[in-house]
């Protein structure tokens, strides 16, 4: 049985400051068994994406969380409990996950040696397949994949569906039936 830990961060733009986290652990061909939500409050000037196409569809997500600190601290705490063991796996990590990684290094959140061991990129494994690597919608679309946005507040924006459309996508490309998330 393959354990995975699946990342997803929204920031405020391409390179800004996370703003809201999802990760969901999964055991293959299990239903979602853990999952940390957390949002803070985007605390620099705005991108004009974010406040014109996300921020109105995550309107409803809680904002749990009074600073970036505090979310930082309560998702390293979630991390450490349930990385070891697992694929970690996220759809295009290598601006908004690395950032939020390292930042829990330099305040001390993480060790050294906390390091995301695999840390797979999705895109990678669909460009790899031969497949679209930039949209996990139109994988799972092509193969009858269901994680529906519906059942998930904020719809695609919720980083907890990017984590379980990942999941269902790594599980296909590994051979594995997904099961609905």
Known sequence: MT??????????????QPFAI?????????????????????????????RDIVLPEIEALRVDYGSYKEMLAAFADFY??????????????????SF??????????????????????????????G??????DLYATKYGISVDP????GGIFNPLYDCAQAIAVYEHLQGRVPKAA
């Open 131 to 136: 497949e679209n690597p930039l949209s996990l």
């Open 100 to 129: 939020l990684l390292r930042d829990m290094h330099i305040r001390y959140l993480i060790g050294s040696s906390d390091l995301p061991v695999p840390f797979i990129d999705i895109s990678g494994c669909l460009k790899q397949a």
């Open 150 to 153: 519906t059942n998930y507040s």
């Open 80 to 97: 450490l409990k349930f990385k070891d063991g697992a694929d970690v796996i996220a759809f295009m990590p290598v601006t908004a996950a």
């Open 22 to 50: 999802g990760a969901i652990v999964h055991s293959t061909g299990a239903e979602v068994q853990l999952c940390f939500y957390g949002r803070c409050p985007i605390e620099e000037p705005v991108d004009d994406e974010i």
């Open 3 to 16: 354990k995975m830990f699946s990342l997803n961060v929204l920031t405020n733009g391409l390179w800004g």
